[in-house]
């Protein structure tokens, strides 16, 4: 069973707030990603890092940004909330080329 | 560049029945490849991986999958499908052997499966 969590695990939110959608691992893996999904479609990379320090943008632009303070924790944040960052969000995490996710966060921008 | 196919976009298959789901992969040498399974609302679980050795690799609940190097393709099947396969799956690839192997993956857009009384 892998023990990485995200919350909040829902989030309605209005244009222009600032959100950080959470994301921790107790698996002490070097290697976390972050995901966006929308419905009926792939999931596309937007973020990921191999370590403390360590952050890279992933295939897909986005607008969000990420940090990495600590090896368990992996925060995703929007500075500015837009309708078109409606989707869910999927972290993950690995030790190698195996990837364990989170549960997802479904965002919705008004 | 990697990508990842999976034709079949949505399958409906009656309790019983055997499942097949086609996955086909481009990439320039040997990937790792897995299935991941997604139920409504939650995260995607790893059903199974291939890395090397047997092409045939048997997974959790039943599934299993067979690498095809001279196809290019990396099919998932179970024999006999239970109501709760109901679900979408997910075929990805990922780089083999590389100096930082830091496993970054390309998944395909997914199959819904309906399973039917």
């Known amino acids: 069973e892998a023990d990485i969590y995200q919350t909040p695990r829902y989030l309605v939110i209005g244009t222009g707030k600032k959100i950080t959608l959470e994301c921790s691992q107790t698996?002490?893996?070097?290697?976390m990603y972050w995901y966006q999904q929308d419905p009926g479609m792939e999931l596309h990379l937007i973020h990921y890092?191999?370590?403390?320090?360590?952050?890279e943008k992933g295939d897909l632009s986005s607008e969000s940004t990420v940090s990495r303070i600590r090896t368990e924790h992996f925060p995703l944040t929007l500075e500015s909330a837009r309708p078109s960052h409606t989707s869910q969000y999927l972290c993950?995490?690995?030790?190698?080329?195996?990837?364990?996710f989170g549960p997802g966060t479904r965002l919705t921008v008004t | 560049a990697q990508s990842v196919t999976q034709p079949d976009i949505h399958i409906t298959v009656s309790e019983g029945a055997s499942l097949e789901l086609r996955c086909n992969y481009s990439?320039?040498?040997?990937?790792?490849l897995f299935w991941y399974v997604q139920s409504p609302g939650q995260g995607l679980q790893l059903l199974l991986k291939?890395?090397?050795?047997?092409?045939l690799v048997q997974g959790i609940k039943g599934f299993e999958a067979e690498f095809k190097r001279s196809q290019s393709s990396f099919n998932l099947r179970k024999p006999s499908v239970h109501w709760s396969d109901a679900a979408e799956y997910f075929c990805?690839?990922?780089?083999?052997?590389?100096?930082?192997?830091?496993?970054?993956?390309?998944f395909g857009a997914g199959t819904q499966v309906v399973v039917t009384p």
């Open positions: 698996m002490g893996h070097d290697k």
């Open positions: 990439y320039g040498a040997t990937p790792y």
């Open positions: 990805a690839v990922g780089p083999g052997v590389t100096t930082d192997s830091w496993g970054k993956l390309q």
């Open positions: 993950a995490s690995s030790r190698e080329d195996e990837q364990y």
């Open positions: 291939y890395f090397s050795g047997d092409t």
């Open positions: 890092s191999y370590g403390v320090n360590s952050t």
